[in-house]
Each structure stands twice: as C-alpha cells, then as structure tokens.
C-alpha cells in the first residue's frame, strides 16, 4: 500500500513539473510572436508568481523587451492554464529628441 501511494505521489509530482514546463513553454512561444506582431525585441521571459483568483491557480509571467532597441521595458502576461487572460505593458517612453 505505501508502495501504491509513493507510485501516486511521483506520479503527480512529474504531472505538475510536466503542466509547468509546458506552461512556460507556451508563454515564450505566444510572447514572442506577440512581440513579432508588436515589432518588439523579446528579450527575456520569466514566471514571477502564481495566484488564486476565482478558484482558478493562475501564473504571472515577467517579460522584458525593447521598442527602439536602447530601452528596456518589462510587461506581463496572465495565464490560467494554456490560456491568455492578460497582457499589461507600461506606456512606451520615446528617445528624447537632440535639441536643434
């Protein structure tokens, strides 16, 4: 019987690394082609937490990317599984222009 439980317990283990893998995986992929689509620079990508809301686990992603390729800006990303909830991205600051 304890041999059972431990068989089950691993096995849920590596089904939850599996869905985290697969999640992140997911968020680079949609990421970068929404800063394709943004003609951004995806420059980084990074799970930053996870919350409950409506009783739902829900992760939050961190990206950087660059507009101009000088700045750096960070935007997130809201997923509740496999799906996009939402996309946030700071108001975009211009370089500022030489003096004439």
Known sequence: MTELL????LFL???GYWQIRRQSEFARRWLEHYCRR???Q????YR????WKRGRLLAQF???????GLQR??????LGGLKVLDVSLPVLREP?????
Do not use: C, I, N
């Open 6 to 9: 431990a068989l089950l317990g």
């Open 13 to 15: 283990l590596a089904a």
């Open 38 to 40: 943004q003609q951004f």
């Open 42 to 45: 995806l420059l980084s990508v």
């Open 48 to 51: 930053y937490r996870y919350t």
């Open 62 to 68: 961190k990206f950087e990317f660059s507009h101009d």
């Open 73 to 78: 800006d960070e935007g997130s990303l809201w």
């Open 96 to 100: 500022p222009s030489p003096m004439l």
